[in-house]
């Protein structure tokens, strides 16, 4: 089995930074062959472009699906995009390890997506959702967040992380994946404890931590998050008479 670790974080002693070597250590001690992907410290580069493509269909005007297409086609995609690509194809599971940053996924990682998850080569108008091309594959993400967790319940002013988590994972939907319930780590305030005092705010980390861990050795329990896909829709791509959806984003009634 292989795992890969997508990790989002411009720093090696965060919090983040240690809950991806949690998610390391207990993987590999599960019997996983572990790869990481560090973009910050690999520099990876999230702004999708023209720069990215040397032998362009159309260089008048740059159109990223159409880039994404014909390069995937030559076989001409940027090394960066073949190298995680081939980390992903590895990968039974991927863990997505971010702090959320203004109620997302860091744009880093949003770039990553823009870029890897190329149009033409992983994914078509048909090929995609429930049809996608990591069926039978496996993706959780880790997130921290600053604000306490009842701040994320339905009626937070965090905002429902439900829903803000939602379109990173239907995007993952969207590739095929299997996406299991995130773990999430509240109240984790980079610059230092604002809600607590340091010594409850240690012991929470530590806490945390175990947590992350036991959720790895357990994650053969965990149910996917539910997501409609394509035998729910009609011809017009909305749900079919009598399909209620599962969720706030796709649901039969207003
Ligand atoms: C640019 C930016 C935006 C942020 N936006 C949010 C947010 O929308 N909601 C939230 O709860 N915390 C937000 N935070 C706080 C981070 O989630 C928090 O600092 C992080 O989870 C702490 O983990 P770390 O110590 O590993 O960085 C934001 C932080 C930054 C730097």
Redesign the pocket.
Known sequence: MHALIVHC?P?PR??????KEVAREILQRLGYKVEVSDLYAEGFDPAEGPTHYMERTNTEVFTALTEQRHASELGSLPADVCREIERLARADLVVFQF??????Q?AMLKGWMDRVFVYGGLYTGTYRYDRGHFRGKRAICC?????PEA??AHNGR?GDIDLLLWPMHYSLYYMGYDVLPPFL??G????GPVYQAQDSFKAQLETYKAGWARRLETLEESTPIPFTGWNDWDERGVLKPGMEGYDYFIRAHP
């Open positions: 974080h720093e965060s919090f983040n930074a240690a809950l702090p959320l940053w203004w109620h997302a860091p997130v921290t967040t600053g604000g701040t994320f965090g780590a509240h984790i305030q980079g610059g």
